[in-house]
């Protein structure tokens, strides 16, 4: 079975803080997405990567980065948090071509105080 | 612009009962539909697909059929169980980046 694990289910940090969420899949996956869910609003795109060091912007980027520095691993940077990023944070990842099926991380639920 | 619409929750239904959960949506063309389930604790996960007009996605005893007059993929349970309490996601395939788009997700408690 494809494992799509992220490292904290649960994290803590205050305002301006730099926050790193990590993801590891491990099904030599090359597409990597982040996500991020809200009551009401459902999921929305924040960045995605096809590749090694590649990556793309999805629908909210704004606040956020990335790094993809192996195939493996999909971190999402928060380069100075604010309390407006709490939100439940999944990692997906899928093969090249098939974007239609994706698997999913169990989640990070990050509070920014 | 491409967006997903699903009917607000919670839904709440008796062990045996019939399911419907609405989803309409807007995109350019006929994109690919799916279901996606969540299950306390869990990441999301594929339930189910149609990849053009009245293809019908089927599994675990879920259904959706692609409408495109009505623009629709209802998700359908003829009997459901406890164990179906989750949150669903209607979703599509965006066509100019080959995104998926999810909905705002409907929850389901089913009582025993």
């Known amino acids: 079975d494809v494992k799509v694990t992220q490292s904290s289910r649960y994290l803590v940090k205050r305002t301006g803080e730099k926050v790193f969420l990590e993801c590891v899949q491990d099904?030599?996956?090359?597409?990597m997405f982040w996500y991020r869910q809200d009551p009401g609003l459902g999921l929305r795109l924040i960045y995605f990567?096809?590749?090694?060091?590649?990556?793309e912007k999805g629908d909210i980027p704004e606040g956020y980065s990335v790094s993809r520095e192996k195939k493996e691993r999909f971190s999402l940077i928060l380069e100075s948090a604010s309390t407006n990023q709490t939100s439940m944070y999944l990692c997906?990842?899928?093969?090249?071509?098939?974007?239609?099926?994706?698997?999913f991380g169990s989640g990070t639920q990050l509070s920014v105080l | 612009g491409n967006s997903v619409t699903q009917m607000e929750g919670p839904v709440t239904l008796s062990e045996e009962a019939f399911l419907t959960i609405n989803c309409t949506y807007t995109?350019?063309?006929?994109?690919?539909l799916f279901w996606y389930v969540q299950y306390p604790g869990e990441g999301l996960q594929l339930l189910l697909k149609?990849?053009?007009?009245?293809d019908k996605g089927s599994n675990k005893g879920f259904e959706a059929t692609y409408r495109k007059e009505t623009t629709s993929f209802h998700l359908e349970k003829g009997s459901v169980q406890v164990s179906d309490s989750a949150v669903y996601f209607c979703?599509?395939?965006?066509?100019?980046?080959?995104?998926?788009?999810f909905g705002k997700g409907t929850r389901l408690h089913i009582l025993p």
């Open positions: 997906a990842s899928s093969l090249l071509g098939t974007t239609e099926k994706l698997f």
């Open positions: 099904m030599d996956h090359e597409n």
């Open positions: 990567s096809y590749d090694v060091k590649m990556k």
């Open positions: 995109a350019t063309g006929y994109p690919s």
């Open positions: 149609a990849t053009k007009a009245d």
């Open positions: 979703a599509l395939r965006r066509f100019r980046d080959d995104k998926i788009i």
